[in-house]
């Protein structure tokens, strides 16, 4: 089965319905969508915004491998990842990933799959704008961002 | 060795205090821990984003690669802190 | 952590954004959005249709209980579930979960939950109408559907 | 016992040709077992459709059961193929 697979770096915000209407219209064979839609936290009013910076280039092919690679062990049909850039407030958008395919197995377990690494691959760092008017500290990397991948025997 | 374009992001960048540069990589320095070490020789900047290399990350020519790979011909290497998108 | 949980059953289409920006609009404590939708595929082109009857009454309530059960074992902080009925045609929606969470391995995973209970739960059945013009057969329940509740212990 | 509501669904309904019927369980039709036995005793239809009584599944009063569960006082029994929603 080939996927197709789009991934684009973006400052814009996206429109998950758009994305699933681009990823169905006109088949007969998807069975099955999952999206992920990642959202700014205020952790409990602290935040003002999350700044993303990322690595041009190098954020779309890893990004694209990491979807590829979830192709490769999934019959999916489709996989959109869109990532964000930018200073995001509380509430807004950061990340989208949308897998389709016939039974919704594979659509769930791709989805995953392509977020856990993606987090953890991707080349993108978050850091804190207080509420209090103070810039925070750099997001730390989580332990369990890396047990996650476990489970897909990386 | 030619030229070589690093990059530096997020909090290596900030205490760098730049974003890019280029540089003449020494014929000796032949692995990304080697590079580490001899950048963090190169000032205070340095030695401070480097203090913990085990944490930094590397790309060479935007692949994620370990401390002890070679450099061989890659013309653009970058270092940051792990990850924290999506 | 409380979650409001929203499950409908109806005749019509659904909108998957909408269903996203009401649970997650005017809150800073969400931090990941899984949504699954199920289409109705056409075999292939052998088929013109699906026939979805259900047992009013009997599948609000039961897809509740699955939904209360999801809930129950992660930390989500809304579920939505829509499950269409009556005649659709390939391409056409048939069932809607969301789930949202601070973080995203519950939403993932209670949105998974809550499909393969209601898979093998929710009192619809499919009828198959085909291309060539006849009324085929109802569909079958699958063993795999059964497989996929052992993964949750049931 | 008093009045009972029976509703059929999906195949079970097209071979028993109704979709609701209301009965009088008698006294030794304790359980939904019992209950398809006897049903299945009351024409061709019914034989047809139960002839295969341990795929039928069963609700009392919206709730799942299996067929050891006593009738009890439900109000509502509903005999239907294995779902296939979703």
């Known amino acids: ?154 | 060795m030619a030229a070589v374009k690093l990059s530096y992001f997020a909090w290596v960048r900030e205490r760098i205090g730049k974003t890019e540069e280029t540089i003449v990589v020494p014929e000796d320095v032949r692995d990304v821990g080697q590079l580490i070490d001899w950048l963090s020789g190169r000032g205070e900047e340095y030695a401070y984003a480097f203090e913990n290399a085990k944490t930094i990350r590397a790309a060479l020519d935007r692949k994620h690669v370990k401390h002890d790979a070679p450099l061989g011909d890659a013309r653009e290497i970058a270092f940051f802190p792990p990850m924290t998108g999506g």
Chains 1, 3 share one sequence.
């Open chain 1, 1 to 154: 089965m080939s996927a197709r697979i789009d991934v684009r770096i973006q400052r814009e915000d996206f429109d998950v319905a758009a994305e699933i209407a681009a990823l169905t219209k006109g088949r007969g064979d998807v069975g099955a969508v999952v999206t992920f839609t990642g959202l700014c936290r205020d952790e409990s009013g602290a935040l003002s915004a999350l700044e993303l910076e990322h690595y041009p280039g190098m954020a779309e092919e890893e990004i694209a491998r990491v979807a590829q690679a979830a192709a490769q062990r999934w019959p999916i049909l489709g996989a959109v990842a869109i990532h964000r850039f930018g200073k995001l407030a509380p509430g807004e958008n950061i990340v989208l990933v949308a897998t389709t395919s016939p039974h919704r197995a594979a659509a769930f377990e791709a989805a995953a799959f392509i977020m856990d690494f993606l987090k953890t691959r991707a080349p993108f760092w978050k850091k804190e704008h207080r509420r209090d008017g103070g810039v925070g500290d750099w997001v730390d990397a989580k332990e369990a961002d890396d047990a996650a991948l476990r489970r897909w025997g990386a």
